[in-house]
């Protein structure tokens, strides 16, 4: 099964791109970090807050997958198309545990998806791995996600465009996770009854939800 396949199949007409939470009918927006600001009076990074974040992002990480679960770890990454290509390595190298996976990434170019002047000079390339959780060193990943805005590692390589967007796709449970950066992120399933214990047990994190 390839990414695309799986889409059309079970979230028909979702772009996975930021603000998947607004595009279905069926899921929850958590807000991150309980309101602490990032930065001291002072200016210095309030580090305090991005553990807080660290902490909630792998709290609910762990309540949506299973080691065992078959999940796409997929990355979209922005560039001007005069930009020289960047190798899958430099994508997924850091957070694979097994380097043999590395050869199984795919990637397909979209056009640029968001509102900008000249828009039709850039492009998204979005790799997908067919994965499972066990394989990844999640706990890198879900802090490179929140780490975008600040100058913290690990991080996301990338071009200079714009900071990758990472979704973990679940396709055992038809769950989709994307963090987009320290201040939340979105969870979206086909059932909402995969993710009523969500709601229910960190209500307190919850900002928006839907259940059509």
């Not at 957070?95 to 979209?110: E, G, M, P, S």
């Not at 000079?121 to 060193?137: G, H, I």
């Amino acid at each position: 099964m390839n990414l695309i396949g799986y889409m059309e199949e079970r979230f028909q007409n979702l772009e996975l791109i930021p603000s998947i939470y607004n595009q279905w009918g069926t899921g929850i927006h958590f807000c991150l970090g309980e309101n602490i600001y990032q930065l001291k009076a002072n200016e210095e990074l309030n580090l305090k807050m991005f553990r807080v974040v660290y902490e909630q992002t792998s709290i609910l990480f762990n309540e949506l997958f299973e080691q065992n679960d078959d999940i796409f770890l997929v990355t979209n990454m922005y560039k001007h198309k005069k930009e020289k290509c960047i190798r899958k390595l430099k994508v997924y190298q850091p957070f694979l545990k097994c380097k043999n996976h590395l050869n199984q990434i795919l990637v397909k170019t979209y056009p640029y998806p968001f509102e900008i002047n000249k828009a039709e000079e850039y492009e998204m390339q979005q790799f997908s791995l067919l994965c499972k959780p066990r394989d990844l060193r999640v706990t890198e990943l879900l802090k490179a996600a929140s780490n975008e805005d600040f100058p913290l590692k690990p991080k996301f390589g990338g071009y200079s465009t714009d900071y990758p967007d990472v979704f973990f796709v679940n396709i055992t449970k038809d769950i989709i996770f994307f963090i987009y950066d320290d201040r939340g992120c979105e969870v979206i399933a086909l059932d909402f009854k995969r993710i009523r214990h969500l709601y229910e047990k960190y209500h307190d994190w919850v900002e928006e939800y839907k259940c059509m």
